[in-house]
């Protein structure tokens, strides 16, 4: 049996993400664990973390429900609002075969502009497949790709398990 740990925030509703997971269970036996950070990052100025904490828990149960209707073995969690961190976090009390990574294409997506996926495999020693919607070029080519930083940041070196 393979054990998935599927990242997403956003991106929980796109067709690419379901896809993914259908796949993987249409292969043979797996589980998933669905990780769910409780960024800030797109919503409200005004959002507090309890905000920030209940519309990542009604994302996870949308979810949740979507991918148990076609029969995925699928449990989850809100994790902290750093994907790296909640990353970590279940990491320490979980193994998996491989990190299911969902997220925005190249030009929206903080995490790709600062290329998280390779951090989060380097860092924890496990496979990322990265699942991303298809690439708006108007979108991506309006934003700016800042310097990708070569060292971990200390949420990340905190994130270590």
Not at 40 to 45: E, I, N, T, Y
Not at 80 to 103: H, K
Not at 115 to 135: A, C, G, H, K, S
Request: charged share 20%; glycine share 4%; proline share 11%.
């Amino acid at each position: 049996m393979r054990h998935y740990l599927v990242v997403a925030n956003q991106t929980l509703k796109q067709p690419e993400l379901t896809e993914k997971i259908r796949a993987c269970n249409d292969a043979g036996p797996c589980d998933f664990f669905l990780l769910v950070p409780a960024t800030r990052a797109h919503g409200p100025v005004q959002w507090t973390p309890a905000d920030a904490n209940a519309v990542a828990r009604r994302r996870l149960d949308g979810a949740l429900e979507r991918f148990r209707a076609f029969g995925a073995d699928v449990v989850g969690e809100v994790g902290d609002p750093s994907p790296v961190v909640a990353i970590g976090d279940v990491l320490r009390r979980r193994s998996f075969d491989a990190l299911i990574l969902s997220t925005l294409p190249v030009g929206p997506s903080q995490w790709l502009r600062h290329d998280v996926p390779t951090r989060i495999q380097r860092l924890f020693n496990i496979p990322v497949e990265l699942v991303t919607p298809p690439l708006d070029l108007t979108a991506a080519e309006a934003m700016e790709h800042p310097v990708v930083p070569t060292t971990p940041t200390p949420q990340e070196a905190v994130a270590t398990p």
